[in-house]
């Protein structure tokens, strides 16, 4: 198996592509988005502090307590990780309370750290989070790119957009990436170490 959909308990956003995924956790809320969605989850994962209704017995589930240290998407981060997937499509987690988005773009990041990329989905968002060293993003009208840095990335290389970068050093300090513009129907993004974030957003 190689992509596990994580459906989180946040403002909903539409299950994009959630059909390619090997593997879905739905995260305590996340279950019932995935019910409102005829979507089977393979494991609920949660303290059920947002959703108490029935789950049946053939659905493997994992309750956690209400005091913890990791949040139920990151538990389910955890559980991506021991089981070797490559990809995770992460939904229902931008919007809503910033503190649980911080916490969400967090738990993105320590996959990246583990070799996982991660594609957040939301209404009018794209992100992807990933230490891929080489990224092809494909050109979307109407949506601006954008390239974060989420710690240090060396040697940063953008080409096929309006403002191009010449192996250049990013930084979490300073968005120097953000509103950029397709000019060709793919964007590369090359570099040699660090957790990048793309985003792509409606404008």
Do not use: W
């Amino acid at each position: 198996m190689n992509r596990c959909a994580i459906v989180s308990g946040g403002d909903y956003s539409p299950l994009t592509k959630i059909e390619e995924c090997d593997f879905v956790i739905a995260c305590d809320k996340g279950y019932s988005y995935c019910k409102e969605n005829n979507i089977k989850a393979d494991l609920v994962i949660g303290d059920f502090d947002s959703y108490d209704g029935d789950i049946p017995d053939d659905i493997e589930t994992i309750r956690l307590p209400v005091m913890k240290d990791d949040t139920d998407t990151m538990h389910a981060y955890r559980y991506a990780v021991e089981k070797g997937f490559k990809e995770i499509y992460l939904y229902c987690a931008l919007g809503g309370r910033f503190d649980h988005l911080l916490a969400n773009m967090q738990c993105a990041i320590y996959g990246a750290r583990n070799n996982i990329s991660t594609y957040i989905y939301s209404k009018k968002n794209e992100v992807l989070v990933t230490n891929d060293n080489h990224i092809v993003i494909n050109k979307k009208e109407n949506y601006s790119l954008s390239v974060f840095a989420a710690d240090l990335c060396k040697d940063v290389k953008i080409t096929g957009a309006l403002y191009e970068t010449d192996h250049i050093d990013l930084d979490n300090s300073f968005p120097l990436g953000v509103s950029n513009v397709f000019i060709k129907d793919e964007v590369t993004i090359e570099k040699k170490s660090g957790v990048i974030i793309i985003v792509l957003s409606l404008l």
